[in-house]
């Protein structure tokens, strides 16, 4: 089912989500379907527990959903054994994390490396120095997690998803834990990943003013699609917002 | 809410297992091997309360000669005492009896029983006897010179029926019989496995000791009298030249008991002594457990602190979790080492030594000890790191993970460093002369110096040793080298365990190694000849003396020469003589003489070691006396001396010496010389034949000979490493328990990693290696120390002739791949957990 001339990095048809069963049954995901372009930066925001962390693990193979597919880069991720899955994790997914993102054992260049040497792939080192110089961390490369800063270790997961070459990144709140500057030195950087390093990343945010950095935002509400925003502004997705009732 | 409070029993329930484990398996052992004892000795309580069911009285000779490892010969007595006895009133029947070496030869022309160990072969007399344990259960008692009894057992192994021709092999040669009866022990076949072989008295006398003599008289009281009446009487009927002494039939039983009890004591010391190396290595995993534990909670005790728990409260808590943990531990272990007693049952039969069997006895004190001594164990290992808990600022409750406290004080190092040098130290003032108790202060200083220093050392250690890793494994293998150096404390307490069994086994496999290579050197040096028959029988039996002569005379042997030994006693000290034949010796066996010749030696001179005349100041000329089994004092004089102490002794004589006395004397080994042109193949047959003629014995050439006597030293050596093998158990068991917490420990990291594309079998690779890596350092360090303490050991013994040191180089290999393997079967259950970790609870978690 491998399709490379579909435009859609990633896509969830029909996605459901269910915890629990009978009385106390919880519709984390309610019939979702959505795709993400190739080469665009995405937002998604919601209420708490409006199921957006749901969405990223169901589409990211790190969870299993109830009803519906989801296909990465042409592949259906239902069909997928746990080893391929893992496979399909390190070389087509990149994932950024709100916090623990780093092996504590690893120096930053380890880390940034690791779904690569995991999989005992060279990489195109190349490209690997343009992530690191896109996200400035030429002279951090030795230290280990533990001696990095908050937003450095942001920083080196960044990177650690961009380094495999992913046909799409996953974030989950990167910035939830840092404060607005670093918070934003964050998010221009993945704005260079999507516009220099022609990259697809899918985000979740609660911030206005980080989503703005999206090209696209979409939704979620009760565990459905709720609406879609593009060409983003702060002042744009908090009428929205608004609109919504958030 | 009550679902939380239940899930936190049941993640503690888990915890309690494991720290309950290393408990568990240290008092295991130790009840384990004290049921075990008990069990033994009281086996042979039974069989020997039996033997003297019916005895009122016991006549024998009151002379004695104690010998080094508990040997003692007594005198025979001279069979005329048996109408002496028989003429006291009170007495209905007596017996003249004879214990002695006889070993049956079965149809096959193999010997019945196995030679050296296992039960003893029986010579005795069988005749009726009111107090008899023996009774005929086919035929009749033997009668003549021609005819033999046999028990039951024995005939049964031996597929033996009445009539059949029965070789039958003793002190004085092999001699064939007629089966003229079958004879039943009680209400058993066979005592305790041994083999008997029973004739009448005057057959006995001459065939088994000595014509004129027996070892003891049995009484048989017509009631009249009690027993220690009986035995007064006796005792004065007999005249006290004869140096004889009347014991009733209940001080003989108890006697008995009591000797065996002591031979067995020295199994039960053995035992116990591992069995506590055993729990000693258990307390390091019990404080390991404990340490990692505290770690791993101390957000929780933090936050109890946090919210007014005092230091001492929260340590209170933990010490009482331990003291449930000891309590549980030690009563499970108590359990398991009743089963694990009878394991040790199996351990030994596999190792050859067959012991009875009997009913299992569980003694009080093995509950009593096992249980507090459990308890102490466990409470004392989590006393610092419950200290440590208390001490835990409330504010590490804040803390974003919980690290064990990693800071390597310098006060650590210096105190290490200090142990180890005054360990250092006291070995080398005793190679300078200084008393030799230090060498074990010397060893214990070095040993607490490398644990002390451990923490520190297990960084550096762990990153070396894992460097083949990372370079083969790739990231997995960089990840395992770093996750066993990011906790050195862990890490080395870990590693402890298997460093002290593996230190232990090494220190053995050197000394044995230094043993070989020493016997082989001996043995190479002083035995001339082309083969040599070598018995295993050790102290009871052994060779023929006949045997060499008829050897001797052989066509195609130039020379074969018997060498015997006997118990006797010298300055009223047990003392071992070495006996040769002078005719025969020379060019055979060297004893390397520097003064004097083999013409010397007769019945009325001896020769003594160089080692024994320059610390006696003795010299050729000089007399010594020699007080034999028989009571017999013999005055000789040295007519040489010679060099080669290390088979000999200190003391050789002829074997003529005793020919005429009713001393015991058998050959311990005959060694051949043949003739030149006189091909090896050829030659062997027709020994063998000679060899087989007395069934007896094995006919080795001179290199199987000579491995064959280090062959004496690895089977012990098996014996050892069995008992070792408990604590290396326990060190298995303790990295287990460690990788498992640290993987609980670790789980968001290992859900990060499979998130980010990690397999399931990289995952197990990364614990693998760090198993690997762990028991590893506790190998290389313990070889190094192992090898130290063998040497010391080696030295310690220098007195003893142990001479050369040499460093077991193929043990040490087998131990290095042991440990890898051990590393290796330790993380199959640890890592199969950790590629069960919920990935999405790791990676969610905050
Ligand atoms: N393991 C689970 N078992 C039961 N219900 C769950 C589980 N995980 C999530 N849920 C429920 O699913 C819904 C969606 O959760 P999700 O974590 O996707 O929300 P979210 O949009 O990411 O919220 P937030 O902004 O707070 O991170 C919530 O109602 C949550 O309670
Ligand atoms: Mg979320």
Redesign the interface.
């Known amino acids: 089912m491998n399709n490379p001339s579909d435009s859609a990095a990633a896509r969830a048809t029909n996605v459901s989500k269910i915890y629990g069963h009978d009385d106390s049954e919880v519709r984390a995901l309610d019939n979702v379907s959505v795709e993400f372009e190739k080469g665009k930066f995405t937002a998604i925001m919601g209420p708490s527990g409006s199921g957006k ?1 749901t969405l990223m ?1 169901c589409m ?1 193979g ?2 299993e959903m109830t009803f519906g597919s989801v296909t990465i880069d042409g592949i259906d991720v239902a069909s997928l054994k ?2 391929d899955l ?2 399909l ?3 087509k997914i990149g ?1 950024v ?10 120096t930053a260049d ?1 880390n940034i ?3 690569l ?4 792939n060279k990489g195109n080192e190349e490209w690997i120095q343009k992530v690191i110089n896109t996200v400035h961390l030429q002279d951090r490369l030795s230290h280990r997690p533990s001696e990095l800063s908050g937003g450095q270790q942001q920083r080196v997961a960044v990177a ?1 998803a961009l380094a495999s070459e992913p046909a799409i990144i996953f974030a989950d709140e990167p910035t939830g834990n840092l404060d607005s500057t670093t918070g934003n030195e964050i998010l221009t950087f993945m704005r260079k990943a999507v516009d220099e390093l022609e990259q697809t990343i899918v985000m979740v945010t609660h911030d206005p003013v980080s989503a703005s950095y999206a090209d696209r935002i979409v939704f979620l509400k009760d565990g459905k699609i709720a609406g879609e925003l593009l060409e983003p502004t702060p002042e744009l997705v908090l009428d929205y917002m608004k609109q919504l009732g958030h | 809410m009550w679902r939380i409070a239940l899930k936190g029993i049941l993640g503690r329930k888990a915890r309690l297992v494991l720290t309950s484990l290393a408990v568990i398996l240290g008092t295991a052992f130790l009840s384990g091997t004290a049921v075990f004892s008990a069990t033994l000795n009281q086996t042979f309580d039974n069989l020997f309360s039996d033997v003297f069911r019916n005895v009122d009285s016991y006549v024998r000779s009151t002379q004695v000669i104690e010998a080094d490892f508990g040997q003692q010969e007594r005198q025979r007595i001279p069979v005329e005492l048996v109408d002496t006895v028989k003429q006291v009133s009170g007495v209905a029947d007596v017996q003249a009896d004879i214990q002695a070496f006889a070993r049956i030869i079965g149809k096959d022309g193999k010997p019945l029983g196995t030679e050296g160990n296992g039960p003893p072969t029986f010579g005795s007399v069988g005749q009726e006897f009111k107090g008899a344990l023996w009774s005929i259960s086919q035929g009749r008692f033997a009668a003549g010179p021609t005819e033999v009894v046999l028990d039951e057992a024995s005939a049964k192994a031996g597929k033996f029926v009445l009539n059949d021709t029965v070789k039958v092999v003793a002190q004085s040669g092999s001699r064939e019989f007629t089966l003229v009866g079958i004879a039943s022990y009680g209400d058993v076949r066979s005592p305790g496995g041994a083999t008997f072989a029973l004739f009448d008295l005057a057959t006995a006398q001459e065939f088994l000791a000595k014509p004129g003599f027996i070892d003891d008289i049995l009484v048989s009281g017509d009631g009249s009298l009690s027993d220690t009446e009986l035995a007064m009487a006796i005792n004065q009927a007999i005249p006290g030249t004869y140096k004889t002494e009347t014991l009733t039939g209940a001080q003989i039983t108890k006697e008995t008991q009591d000797e065996i009890g002591t031979a067995l004591s020295f199994f039960g010391i053995l035992l116990s002594v591992f069995s506590y190396i055993a729990l000693g290595v258990g307390s390091f995993v019990i404080y390991n457990v404990f340490s990692i534990s505290a770690a791993q909670r101390q957000r929780e005790n933090a936050l109890l602190r946090a919210i007014g728990a005092s230091k001492k409260q929260v340590t209170r808590a933990m010490l009482i979790e331990s003291v449930v943990v000891g309590l549980f531990g030690s009563t499970v272990g108590l359990i398991a080492g009743i089963g694990l007693s009878k394991a040790l049952s199996a351990l030994l039969k596999a190792a050859s030594i067959d012991l009875p069997s009997g009913g299992l006895v569980v003694p009080r004190s093995a509950i009593i000890n096992t249980i507090v001594i459990g308890l102490i164990v466990t409470v004392a290992s989590a006393w610092l790191p419950a200290r440590r808990a208390g001490k835990v600022p409330p504010l590490a409750a804040m803390r974003e993970t919980a690290i064990e406290y990693v800071a390597l004080s310098r006060r650590r190092t210096i105190f290490g460093l200090v142990l180890i040098a005054l360990g250092v130290v006291s070995i080398v003032s005793v190679t300078n002369g200084a008393s030799k108790t230090l060498l074990g202060f010397g060893i214990l200083f070095f040993f607490s110096g490398t644990i002390t220093l451990g923490p520190v050392i297990a960084r550096p250690v762990a990153l070396l040793l894992g460097k083949p890793a990372e370079k083969f494994r ?3 293998g ?2 395992a080298r ?2 066993s150096a ?1 906790n050195p404390k862990r890490t080395s307490r870990t590693a402890a365990p298997v460093l002290i069994g593996v230190a232990l086994v090494t220190a053995v496999a050197a000394l044995a190694a230094s043993i070989s290579s020493q016997i082989d050197g001996v043995f190479t040096q002083q035995f001339k000849g082309d083969y040599a028959i070598n018995t295993t029988a050790r102290g009871f039996g052994g060779l023929s003396p006949s045997l060499a002569d008829d050897i001797n005379v052989m066509p195609q042997v130039q020379r074969a020469t018997g060498i015997g030994r006997l118990t006797v006693k010298i300055d009223d000290k047990g003392q071992f003589l070495t006996t040769i034949n002078p005719a025969t010796v020379e060019g055979v066996f060297d004893i390397g003489l520097i003064s004097g010749s083999y013409a010397d030696l007769t019945t009325e001179t001896i020769f003594v070691s160089e080692k024994y005349a320059n610390n006696h100041d003795t010299k050729l000329g000089d007399i010594i006396q020699v007080t034999f089994a028989d009571a017999q004092v013999k005055t000789l004089k040295i007519a040489g001396i010679y060099t080669y102490d290390e088979i000999a002794g200190k003391y050789t004589v002829s074997r003529d010496l005793i020919k005429d006395s009713s001393v015991i004397s058998f050959d311990l080994g005959v060694f051949i010389k043949l003739k030149p042109g006189v091909s090896n193949e050829s030659a062997r047959s027709e020994l063998q034949a000679a060899v087989d003629k007395y069934g007896q014995g094995t006919l080795l050439s001179k290199r199987e000979y000579i491995d064959s006597q280090s062959g004496s030293i690895n089977q012990l050596l098996g014996l050892i490493y069995g008992l070792l093998f408990l604590s290396v158990i326990i060190a298995v068991v303790g990295i287990i328990i460690t990788l498992l917490l640290s993987v609980f420990e670790r789980q ?2 290992i859900g ?9 079998s ?1 995952v197990r690779t990364t614990v693998r290696w760090e198993s690997v890596i762990t028991s590893l350092i506790g190998a290389v360090v313990g070889i190094v120390l192992g090898v130290g303490l063998g040497w010391v050991i080696v030295y310690a013994l220098r007195d003893q002739g142990l001479s050369s040191f040499s460093v077991p180089i193929g043990s040490t290999v087998s131990i290095l791949m042991m440990s890898f393997i051990i590393g290796v079967l330790a993380a199959v259950y640890p890592a199969w957990r950790a590629t069960r970790v919920n ?2 609870a790791a ?2 978690t ?1």
């Open positions: 962390s693990h990211a790190l969870d746990d080893k893992t496979k994790r390190r070389d994932f994390f709100q916090a623990f993102n780093l092996v504590p054992t690893l380890e490396r690791l779904p040497l995991l999989g005992n650690r | 790739g990231v997995t960089t990840m770093q996750n990011r968001r990291e990060l990693l499979r998130a980010v594309g990690m397999t399931k990289q990935l999405l990676i969610t905050a």
